[in-house]
């Protein structure tokens, strides 16, 4: 299984960004689907977590701002609003499928003040 990040980008402060994650390879069951982000100096948090079964969590952090959806055993995405800078890093999908986790690799998401 192979995870490709995209959408991440540049914007202003109050901004929305919308990021996808896309699996390929062989996916015979619902995974469970995470972003992840890092800023420079700080470790990787989560930031929002979908369960197979629909269940969602969001880090403190994000909720009320951020939606973590999917639209198939394949793809997910993470609607951003009300950006601050704070939320400025690297983010990150995963996939955790019978066990086993892989990672994509980071989308930068800028804010800007």
Same mark, same amino acid.
């Given at each position: 299984?192979?995870?490709?990040?995209?959408?991440?980008?540049?914007?202003?402060?109050?901004?929305?960004?919308r990021l996808s994650c896309?699996?390929?390879?062989? @996916? *015979?069951?619902?995974?469970?689907?995470?972003? %992840?982000? +890092?800023?420079?100096?700080?470790?990787? =948090?989560?930031? &929002?977590?979908?369960?197979?079964?629909?269940?969602?969590?969001?880090?403190?952090?994000?909720?009320?701002?951020?939606? @973590? *959806?999917?639209?198939?055993?394949?793809?997910? %995405?993470? +609607?951003?609003?009300?950006?601050?800078? =704070?939320?400025? &890093?690297?983010?990150?999908?995963?996939?955790?499928?019978?066990?086993?986790?892989?990672?994509?690799?980071?989308?930068?998401?800028?804010?800007?003040?």
């Amino acid at each position: 299984v192979q995870l490709q990040a995209s959408g991440g980008g540049l914007v202003q402060s109050g901004g929305s960004l919308r990021l996808s994650c896309a699996a390929t390879g062989s @996916i *015979s069951s619902l995974p469970e689907m995470g972003w %992840y982000r +890092q800023a420079p100096g700080k470790e990787r =948090e989560l930031v &929002a977590y979908i369960y197979s079964g629909g269940r969602t969590n969001y880090a403190d952090s994000v909720k009320g701002r951020f939606t @973590i *959806s999917r639209e198939d055993a394949k793809t997910a %995405y993470l +609607q951003m609003n009300s950006l601050k800078p =704070e939320d400025t &890093a690297d983010y990150y999908c995963k996939v955790r499928l019978i066990g086993v986790e892989y990672w994509g690799q980071g989308t930068e998401v800028t804010v800007s003040s």
